[in-house]
Structure formats: C-alpha cells, structure tokens
C-alpha cells in the first residue's frame, strides 16, 4: 500500500488543523492505521492509531484534542487536530501495518512521505 499524507500548515497556538492521508490499492480496511510524528532532534512519536475493526489509540499528549478517523470508501485515514500546542509543532507521519503493537513504529511496514505542522504562539 502506497500512502499520502496532506494537509499541514501553519497555526495559531488553539487552532485546528485536519490532516488526511490517501492510501492506494484495495486491501485499505484490513490495515491498521496510525499517525506518528517528529520533531527536530527527537525520535519519531507515536500521535494515534485506528484498527481495522476501528478500535481508536492515543498518546497521553493528545488525548481529548486529537481524533483519528478512517473512511474506508474513500481509502482516507484523517488525524482531526483541536487545540493545537507549539509542542505538537513536527512532522507528521502516517503509517500502515498488519498486526502487533499500535502504539510501535516496528508494526507498521508502510509510511507516507509525512506533512509538516507547526503552531506559533
């Protein structure tokens, strides 16, 4: 599977921001699907992940200001950013994978090519 993520910008600090990632091919259901980011000089985070069956996931820093979604039709994964903090300022990934650990880099084998947010105060 192919992805594309899109959709970052430049915010105010309490703004919001709606990434998307386009995925290709037609086994898009099947995957789990996560969103990961990284800020400059920092290891890869992980932000949010939605199962197949769309059970959701999410980081402690995220929590009640981050939505994943996924519209299967559409072959469209979403990352619904409210709140937004200098701190969520990164590079923002979005990632496929089949099975294990969510929340890990290591279960996911496809990635998007990623899409900055940054957030002014």
């Known amino acids: 599977v192919q992805l594309q993520a899109f959709g970052g910008g430049l915010v105010q600090a309490g703004g919001s921001l709606r990434l998307s990632c386009a995925a290709s091919g037609r086994t898009f259901s099947r995957y789990n699907m996560g969103w990961f980011r990284q800020a400059p000089g920092k290891e890869r985070e992980f932000v949010a992940a939605?199962?197949?069956?769309?059970?959701?996931y999410y980081g402690d820093s995220v929590k009640g200001r981050f939505t994943i979604s996924r519209d299967n039709a559409k072959n469209t994964l979403y990352l619904q950013m409210n709140s937004l903090k200098p701190e969520d300022t990164a590079v923002y990934y979005c990632?496929?994978?089949?099975?294990?650990?969510?929340?890990?880099?290591?279960?996911?084998?496809?990635w998007g090519q990623g899409t900055q947010v940054t957030v002014s105060s």
């Open positions: 990632a496929a994978g089949r099975g294990g650990d969510n929340y890990s880099t290591r279960s996911y084998g496809y």
């Open positions: 939605i199962s197949w069956s769309d059970t959701t």
